[in-house]
């Protein structure tokens, strides 16, 4: 089983800033691209940024610079540290990675993370 947690939400003031962690943990065998997506009431699910194994990055346009996502590959980690938050990044973060659990087949399979909360006091 694959199993993806992720941490670091809270409440912060606009202006403040945030460090998102998820590490993927059972059977494992390679990790593709890992990446965070949101999701504000009433909202559907929306990109924030992915990385992929080789550290290449993409960035939603709200971004704009202020987030930054980065993954540790020894730690199945991916991070993303939020500056300058804004009342409308309330949402809800998701972590996300495409994962191969086996040597022996090819599939690779999205896992989740539950998700944690981020609120933005205006």
């Given amino acids: 089983q694959v199993q993806l947690v992720d941490s670091g ?7 403040g800033s945030l460090r998102l962690s998820c590490a ?5 065998f390679s990790i593709n691209a890992m990446g965070w997506y949101r999701q504000a009431p009433g909202k559907q699910r929306e990109l924030v940024a992915v990385i992929t194994n080789d550290g290449s990055t993409n960035y939603a346009g709200f971004v704009k610079g202020r987030f930054t996502i980065s993954r540790d590959n020894a730690k199945n980690a991916v991070y993303l540290e939020m500056n300058s938050l804004k009342a409308d990044d309330t949402a809800v973060y998701y972590c996300n990675a495409a994962i191969r659990p086996s040597p022996i087949r090819s599939y690779v399979g999205s896992y989740w993370g539950q998700g944690t909360q981020v609120t933005v006091s205006s």
């Fill in 9 to 15: 939400g809270g409440l912060v003031q606009a202006g």
């Fill in 24 to 28: 993927a943990s059972g059977s494992i």
